[in-house]
Protein backbone atom coordinates (compact mmCIF):
# COMPACT_ATOMS: atom_id res chain seq x y z
CA UNK A 1 0.00 0.00 0.00
CA UNK A 2 2.73 2.28 1.12
CA UNK A 3 4.45 1.55 -2.54
CA UNK A 4 1.52 2.50 -3.86
CA UNK A 5 0.93 5.86 -2.14
CA UNK A 6 4.57 7.11 -3.16
CA UNK A 7 3.92 6.18 -6.90
CA UNK A 8 0.17 7.96 -6.82
CA UNK A 9 2.44 10.67 -5.19
CA UNK A 10 4.95 10.81 -7.91
CA UNK A 11 2.70 10.91 -10.58
CA UNK A 12 0.69 13.97 -9.24
CA UNK A 13 3.94 15.69 -8.41
CA UNK A 14 5.01 14.88 -11.92
CA UNK A 15 1.61 16.12 -13.54
CA UNK A 16 1.53 19.41 -11.51
CA UNK A 17 5.15 20.35 -12.91
CA UNK A 18 4.68 19.51 -16.81
CA UNK A 19 1.21 21.97 -15.71
CA UNK A 20 3.12 24.42 -14.55
CA UNK A 21 6.06 24.15 -17.17
CA UNK A 22 3.25 24.30 -20.25
CA UNK A 23 1.45 27.22 -18.29
CA UNK A 24 5.06 29.31 -18.31
CA UNK A 25 5.72 28.46 -21.87
CA UNK A 26 2.37 29.02 -22.99
CA UNK A 27 2.09 32.30 -21.28
CA UNK A 28 5.67 33.27 -22.82
CA UNK A 29 3.93 32.35 -26.05
CA UNK A 30 0.80 34.28 -25.97
CA UNK A 31 2.95 37.43 -25.42
CA UNK A 32 4.85 36.79 -28.23
CA UNK A 33 2.20 35.73 -30.70
CA UNK A 34 0.20 39.25 -29.63
CA UNK A 35 3.03 40.66 -31.91
CA UNK A 36 2.14 38.24 -34.60
CA UNK A 37 2.66 40.07 -37.69
CA UNK A 38 3.78 43.60 -36.37
CA UNK A 39 6.74 45.31 -38.55
CA UNK A 40 9.03 47.83 -37.17
CA UNK A 41 10.32 50.12 -39.86
CA UNK A 42 13.12 51.53 -38.52
CA UNK A 43 15.64 54.70 -39.33
CA UNK A 44 18.96 54.33 -38.03
CA UNK A 45 22.26 56.18 -38.52
CA UNK A 46 24.52 55.00 -41.05
CA UNK A 47 27.13 54.08 -38.87
CA UNK A 48 24.69 51.29 -37.65
CA UNK A 49 23.97 49.47 -40.39
CA UNK A 50 26.77 46.29 -39.96
CA UNK A 51 25.68 45.40 -36.22
CA UNK A 52 21.99 45.83 -36.96
CA UNK A 53 21.94 43.74 -40.50
CA UNK A 54 24.65 41.55 -39.23
CA UNK A 55 23.83 40.68 -35.80
CA UNK A 56 20.81 42.59 -33.94
CA UNK A 57 18.09 42.18 -36.56
CA UNK A 58 18.34 38.68 -36.75
CA UNK A 59 18.39 38.04 -33.13
CA UNK A 60 15.66 39.90 -32.50
CA UNK A 61 13.46 38.16 -35.14
CA UNK A 62 14.38 34.92 -33.73
CA UNK A 63 13.24 35.90 -29.90
CA UNK A 64 10.04 37.51 -31.74
CA UNK A 65 9.59 35.40 -34.96
CA UNK A 66 6.08 36.80 -35.68
CA UNK A 67 7.52 40.26 -35.90
CA UNK A 68 10.20 41.54 -38.92
CA UNK A 69 12.39 44.72 -38.73
CA UNK A 70 12.77 47.20 -41.95
CA UNK A 71 15.96 48.96 -41.42
CA UNK A 72 15.92 52.75 -43.63
CA UNK A 73 19.72 53.65 -43.31
CA UNK A 74 21.18 57.24 -43.95
CA UNK A 75 23.12 60.19 -42.54
CA UNK A 76 21.26 61.32 -39.26
CA UNK A 77 20.19 64.19 -41.02
CA UNK A 78 18.77 63.08 -43.77
CA UNK A 79 16.90 60.83 -41.98
CA UNK A 80 15.23 63.51 -39.77
CA UNK A 81 14.59 65.64 -42.91
CA UNK A 82 12.45 62.31 -44.40
CA UNK A 83 10.56 61.67 -40.76
CA UNK A 84 9.65 65.27 -40.94
CA UNK A 85 8.34 64.89 -44.45
CA UNK A 86 6.51 61.79 -43.60
CA UNK A 87 8.78 58.55 -43.99
CA UNK A 88 6.84 55.85 -42.63
CA UNK A 89 8.93 54.86 -39.43
CA UNK A 90 8.60 53.68 -35.74
CA UNK A 91 11.81 53.81 -34.54
CA UNK A 92 14.68 56.82 -34.90
CA UNK A 93 18.32 56.07 -34.03
CA UNK A 94 20.39 58.65 -34.72
CA UNK A 95 24.21 59.13 -34.02
CA UNK A 96 23.53 62.33 -32.60
CA UNK A 97 21.40 64.24 -30.01
CA UNK A 98 20.80 67.09 -32.09
CA UNK A 99 18.45 65.53 -34.51
CA UNK A 100 16.38 63.48 -31.69
CA UNK A 101 15.72 66.52 -29.61
CA UNK A 102 14.68 68.55 -33.11
CA UNK A 103 11.95 65.29 -33.82
CA UNK A 104 11.04 65.05 -30.05
CA UNK A 105 10.05 69.37 -29.74
CA UNK A 106 8.05 68.75 -32.56
CA UNK A 107 6.01 66.17 -30.91
CA UNK A 108 7.35 63.52 -34.07
CA UNK A 109 9.09 61.47 -30.95
CA UNK A 110 7.67 60.65 -28.25
CA UNK A 111 10.61 61.85 -25.75
CA UNK A 112 8.90 59.35 -22.99
CA UNK A 113 10.56 56.72 -25.21
CA UNK A 114 14.15 58.28 -25.60
CA UNK A 115 17.14 55.81 -24.67
CA UNK A 116 20.89 56.63 -24.51
CA UNK A 117 23.01 53.39 -24.20
CA UNK A 118 25.89 53.74 -26.55
CA UNK A 119 28.89 56.07 -27.80
CA UNK A 120 31.28 56.04 -30.68
CA UNK A 121 34.50 57.85 -30.68
CA UNK A 122 35.71 59.77 -33.78
CA UNK A 123 38.66 58.77 -35.28
CA UNK A 124 41.96 59.79 -37.82
CA UNK A 125 42.07 56.92 -40.84
CA UNK A 126 43.91 56.41 -43.80
CA UNK A 127 44.48 53.53 -46.31
CA UNK A 128 45.54 50.25 -44.99
CA UNK A 129 48.44 50.44 -46.92
CA UNK A 130 49.42 54.64 -46.31
CA UNK A 131 52.81 55.38 -45.54
CA UNK A 132 51.53 58.68 -43.61
CA UNK A 133 53.72 60.60 -41.19
CA UNK A 134 50.60 61.79 -40.10
CA UNK A 135 50.78 60.94 -36.40
CA UNK A 136 47.67 63.85 -34.89
CA UNK A 137 44.44 65.76 -35.96
CA UNK A 138 46.45 68.49 -36.30
CA UNK A 139 48.77 67.58 -38.22
CA UNK A 140 46.29 67.33 -41.42
CA UNK A 141 46.86 71.05 -42.00
CA UNK A 142 50.28 70.06 -43.40
CA UNK A 143 49.13 67.24 -45.65
CA UNK A 144 48.92 67.37 -49.46
CA UNK A 145 46.30 65.25 -50.06
CA UNK A 146 42.47 64.54 -49.77
CA UNK A 147 40.62 64.91 -46.33
CA UNK A 148 36.72 63.39 -46.33
CA UNK A 149 34.23 63.88 -43.53
CA UNK A 150 31.13 63.92 -43.55
CA UNK A 151 28.89 67.39 -44.15
CA UNK A 152 28.66 69.26 -41.42
CA UNK A 153 25.29 70.07 -42.90
CA UNK A 154 23.86 66.78 -42.49
CA UNK A 155 25.94 63.91 -41.35
CA UNK A 156 26.24 64.23 -37.07
CA UNK A 157 30.48 62.72 -37.93
CA UNK A 158 31.10 65.50 -40.01
CA UNK A 159 30.16 68.06 -37.34
CA UNK A 160 31.79 66.35 -35.04
CA UNK A 161 34.51 66.26 -37.18
CA UNK A 162 34.14 70.00 -37.88
CA UNK A 163 33.90 70.81 -34.30
CA UNK A 164 37.18 68.82 -33.43
CA UNK A 165 38.95 70.72 -35.95
CA UNK A 166 37.81 73.83 -35.35
CA UNK A 167 38.84 73.19 -31.19
CA UNK A 168 42.17 72.50 -32.87
CA UNK A 169 42.38 75.65 -34.62
CA UNK A 170 43.04 74.15 -37.88
CA UNK A 171 39.59 73.90 -39.53
CA UNK A 172 40.32 77.01 -41.62
CA UNK A 173 43.68 75.30 -43.23
CA UNK A 174 42.31 72.10 -43.83
CA UNK A 175 38.91 73.24 -45.93
CA UNK A 176 40.19 73.73 -49.40
CA UNK A 177 41.35 69.62 -48.99
CA UNK A 178 37.77 69.01 -47.79
CA UNK A 179 35.64 65.84 -49.49
CA UNK A 180 32.34 65.70 -48.19
CA UNK A 181 30.50 62.60 -47.77
CA UNK A 182 26.67 62.33 -47.89
CA UNK A 183 27.07 59.95 -44.78
CA UNK A 184 30.31 58.41 -42.73
CA UNK A 185 29.88 55.34 -44.78
CA UNK A 186 30.65 57.54 -47.83
CA UNK A 187 33.46 58.70 -45.81
CA UNK A 188 34.83 55.47 -45.01
CA UNK A 189 34.38 54.41 -48.84
CA UNK A 190 36.32 56.99 -50.08
CA UNK A 191 39.40 56.11 -47.96
CA UNK A 192 38.79 52.50 -48.36
CA UNK A 193 39.18 53.00 -51.91
CA UNK A 194 42.01 55.40 -52.12
CA UNK A 195 40.36 58.38 -53.60
CA UNK A 196 41.08 60.14 -50.03
CA UNK A 197 43.87 60.42 -48.64
CA UNK A 198 42.89 60.54 -45.16
CA UNK A 199 38.98 60.81 -43.47
CA UNK A 200 36.92 60.82 -39.94
CA UNK A 201 34.87 58.45 -39.04
CA UNK A 202 33.46 56.67 -35.99
CA UNK A 203 35.42 53.56 -34.61
CA UNK A 204 32.60 51.60 -35.04
CA UNK A 205 32.81 52.23 -38.73
CA UNK A 206 36.94 51.75 -38.81
CA UNK A 207 37.37 48.70 -37.09
CA UNK A 208 34.62 46.63 -39.83
CA UNK A 209 36.53 47.63 -42.70
CA UNK A 210 40.19 46.40 -43.23
CA UNK A 211 41.10 48.58 -46.12
CA UNK A 212 41.75 51.29 -43.72
CA UNK A 213 43.49 51.89 -40.25
CA UNK A 214 43.34 54.33 -37.28
CA UNK A 215 45.77 56.72 -36.96
CA UNK A 216 44.82 58.13 -33.56
CA UNK A 217 41.37 59.40 -31.63
CA UNK A 218 40.13 62.81 -31.54
CA UNK A 219 42.19 64.28 -28.62
CA UNK A 220 40.17 64.47 -25.65
CA UNK A 221 38.51 68.03 -24.96
CA UNK A 222 38.40 68.60 -28.70
CA UNK A 223 35.08 67.55 -28.44
CA UNK A 224 32.15 69.63 -25.76
CA UNK A 225 30.37 66.47 -25.42
CA UNK A 226 29.85 62.44 -26.14
CA UNK A 227 29.25 61.15 -29.46
CA UNK A 228 25.82 59.93 -28.01
CA UNK A 229 23.06 57.37 -30.21
CA UNK A 230 19.62 57.80 -28.67
CA UNK A 231 17.04 55.87 -29.69
CA UNK A 232 13.10 56.71 -29.38
CA UNK A 233 9.64 55.29 -31.04
CA UNK A 234 7.77 57.29 -33.16
CA UNK A 235 4.45 58.96 -31.45
CA UNK A 236 2.50 57.62 -34.63
CA UNK A 237 4.17 54.43 -34.82
CA UNK A 238 1.82 52.09 -36.29
CA UNK A 239 2.96 48.95 -34.28
CA UNK A 240 3.78 50.74 -30.84
CA UNK A 241 4.24 46.98 -29.40
CA UNK A 242 6.43 45.70 -31.49
CA UNK A 243 8.50 48.73 -31.68
CA UNK A 244 8.51 49.15 -27.43
CA UNK A 245 10.05 45.43 -28.03
CA UNK A 246 12.72 46.62 -30.40
CA UNK A 247 13.71 49.27 -28.29
CA UNK A 248 13.69 47.37 -24.78
CA UNK A 249 15.99 44.34 -26.63
CA UNK A 250 18.24 47.00 -27.51
CA UNK A 251 18.52 48.08 -23.92
CA UNK A 252 19.25 44.42 -22.94
CA UNK A 253 23.23 42.74 -21.54
CA UNK A 254 23.27 40.37 -25.10
CA UNK A 255 22.79 43.10 -27.41
CA UNK A 256 24.80 45.42 -25.40
CA UNK A 257 27.52 42.80 -25.81
CA UNK A 258 27.12 42.98 -29.69
CA UNK A 259 27.46 47.01 -29.63
CA UNK A 260 30.52 46.55 -27.82
CA UNK A 261 31.95 43.73 -30.32
CA UNK A 262 31.66 46.05 -32.68
CA UNK A 263 33.35 49.01 -31.64
CA UNK A 264 30.89 51.11 -29.68
CA UNK A 265 31.00 51.76 -25.81
CA UNK A 266 27.98 51.50 -23.84
CA UNK A 267 26.90 54.69 -21.89
CA UNK A 268 27.19 53.70 -17.59
Known amino acids: MKSKTKIIIGVIIIIAAICIGYGAFSGAFDSNSDLEGQTVDLAAAASLKNVFDEKLIPMFEKQYPGVKVKPVYASSGDLQTQIENGLET ?13 LAEQGIIDNDTVKKSIQNKLVLIVPADSNTNITSFEGLKDVDGTIAIGDPDSVPAGQYAKEALTSLGVWDAVQSKLSLGNSVTAVLNQVA ?10 TSDADSNDKVKIICDAPEGSLKKPIVYPIGIIKDAKDADAAEKF ?5 SQEAQDIFKDYGFTIVN
Not at 90 to 102: E, G, L, P, R
Not at 193 to 202: K, M, N, P, T
Open 193 to 202: DGSAEYGLVY
Open 90 to 102: DVFMSASNKQMNA
Open 247 to 251: VEFLQ
